[in-house]
């Protein structure tokens, strides 16, 4: 079992940054996929940033250009860096490591976009 604990969320007004980080419990392997994911209540979780081990990124059109996700094999971490920030971006931000045979969540960390 793999935990996934994530920090950094919080309440930023419109326009502002936020950086959320999240701490895997044992080493990340090559294979395996890190990605952050968020959802608001009545709908469906839906990924926002993806990672390779290997460093190849994707992005969600509705956050390209504002969001960089990172990782750290060295301090198995993974970190989403959030710029210009707007109110529709106000959900529960979860970070999740996909491998070849397994699937890991976090619990889950608040973003509040509002001024």
């Known amino acids: 079992q793999v935990q996934l604990v994530e920090s950094g969320g919080g309440l930023v007004q419109p326009g502002g940054s936020l950086r959320l980080s999240c701490a895997a419990s044992?080493?990340?392997?090559?294979?395996?996929?890190m990605g952050w994911y968020r959802q608001v209540p009545g709908k469906q979780r839906e990924w926002v940033a993806r990672?390779?081990?290997?460093?190849?990124?994707v992005y969600r059109d509705f956050v390209k250009g504002r969001f960089t996700i990172s990782r750290d094999n060295a301090e198995n971490t993974v970190s989403l860096q959030m710029n210009s920030l707007k109110p529709e971006d106000t959900a529960i931000y979860y970070c999740?490591?996909?491998?070849?045979?397994?699937?890991?969540w976090g619990q889950g960390t608040q973003v509040t976009v509002s001024s």
């Open positions: 999740n490591l996909d491998g070849p045979e397994y699937d890991y």
């Open positions: 044992r080493n990340l392997f090559s294979l395996d996929v």
């Open positions: 990672i390779t081990g290997g460093g190849s990124t």
